[in-house]
């Protein structure tokens, strides 16, 4: 193989990998709004379980499940970061918005009161959907439209996705990755101070 060859593979499994990243995402989030709602069902769930340990077990694989999706579409959503994918690759415009959302969330769980605080998870439901939102409806509309030729809804389309209109997805991009900067500071902060409290006298 020359260097031509090899340049084009790594190229294409570049764009394959991506792709697949955000195909996936749909899905992840819609299993972590999914998992949100399901909080009520699963805590009443507990208390038929005869037995202590299988209702610690089973609230225990839950909560980790639940965190888990949400870390992963997070974590996931780092592709709408980079100026250079999001202008090469057709992606859902608005999925550095849905990212810092996700990450709101995150930040939210750890400094908040966890599960016992129901205003909490009911605000935290809210943010997911409206991230759920702005990911799945502008790449249903967006990339996925541009599939098909001869839509009516190819404008749409084309202000939906990224590679189409840089003129909006690259200031989203930037100011996605600040705005998760800034949240990150403030985590980072939050520990620190966590971690060299003072522990209280008895």
């Given at each position: 193989?020359?260097?031509?060859?090899?340049?084009?593979l790594f190229n294409a499994g570049e764009a394959f990998v991506e792709g697949t990243i955000a195909a996936a995402l749909v899905i992840l989030w819609i299993l972590t709004v999914a998992l949100h709602l399901?909080?009520?069902?699963m805590a009443k769930t507990t208390g038929k379980f005869t037995l202590?340990?299988?209702?610690?077990?089973w609230w225990i694989?839950?909560?980790?499940?639940?965190?888990?999706?949400?870390?992963?579409v997070f974590l996931g959503s780092f592709i709408f970061f980079y100026p250079d994918v999001i202008g090469s690759k057709p992606l859902p415009v608005t999925g550095g918005l849905a990212a810092v959302l996700a990450f709101v969330v995150l930040l939210m769980k750890l400094m908040g009161k966890g599960d016992e605080d129901l205003r909490g998870m009911q605000i935290q439901t809210v943010l997911l959907g409206l991230g759920a939102a702005l990911y799945i409806t502008p790449y249903l509309f967006g990339p996925q439209t541009q599939l098909l030729t001869g839509s009516?809804?190819?404008?749409?389309?084309?202000?939906?996705?990224?590679?189409?209109?840089?003129?909006?997805?690259?200031p989203l991009a930037y100011i996605s990755a600040a705005l998760v900067g800034i949240?990150?500071?403030?985590?980072?902060v939050y520990n620190f101070r966590l971690s060299y409290r003072q522990p209280q006298a008895q």
């Open positions: 193989m020359n260097a031509d060859q090899v340049a084009g399901a909080r009520p069902y202590r340990l299988g209702a610690d077990l694989i839950y909560v980790g499940l639940r965190d888990i999706m949400l870390l992963q009516r809804l190819l404008n749409l389309s084309n202000v939906l996705t990224t590679s189409q209109n840089l003129a909006l997805a690259e949240l990150g500071i403030v985590a980072v």
